[in-house]
């Protein structure tokens, strides 16, 4: 019997632990997360930057093909919701909303990307 126990006093140790280390930051990720901005670039110069906690629409026309794509930025997050390139497969990608985390359209060189308001620390690492 005391064998039982322990072994009931183990498991809800561990299922505390998993509590811990799974529940409880998935439930404050959006008030841990800063609000980025989302940077649109196109032939590798910026076109555009906006903030994510701001709902709009923003539509991007390629110059050389006469392509367009329309981005939606709502909710804290960026995605292509139309566009008229070949492959499509800017549409079919999910919304960002972190730090570093992109969409791109190669038929249209464009690039949406998010990047943090927090500035780093560290410039470079050197040696």
């Given at each position: 019997?005391?064998?039982?126990?322990a072994d009931i006093f183990v498991i809800a140790v561990f299922m505390a632990a998993a509590l811990l280390f799974f529940v409880i930051p998935t439930l404050f990720r959006g008030q841990m997360q800063t609000a980025g901005i989302v940077e649109i670039l196109q032939d590798g110069e910026?076109?555009?930057s906006y903030p994510l906690s701001?709902?709009?629409?923003v539509t991007v026309t390629e110059a050389v093909q006469e392509g367009y794509n329309l981005i939606l930025i709502s909710g804290g997050s960026a995605k292509v919701t139309d566009a008229d390139c070949p492959d499509q497969l800017c549409m079919n990608q999910r919304g960002i909303s972190r730090d570093?985390?992109?969409?791109?359209?190669?038929?249209?060189?464009?690039v949406i990307r998010?990047?943090?308001q927090k500035e780093s620390g560290l410039d470079a690492v050197t040696n």
């Open positions: 019997m005391q064998k039982l126990k910026l076109t555009g701001e709902d709009r629409i570093g985390e992109s969409i791109i359209c190669l038929p249209h060189r464009l998010i990047q943090s």
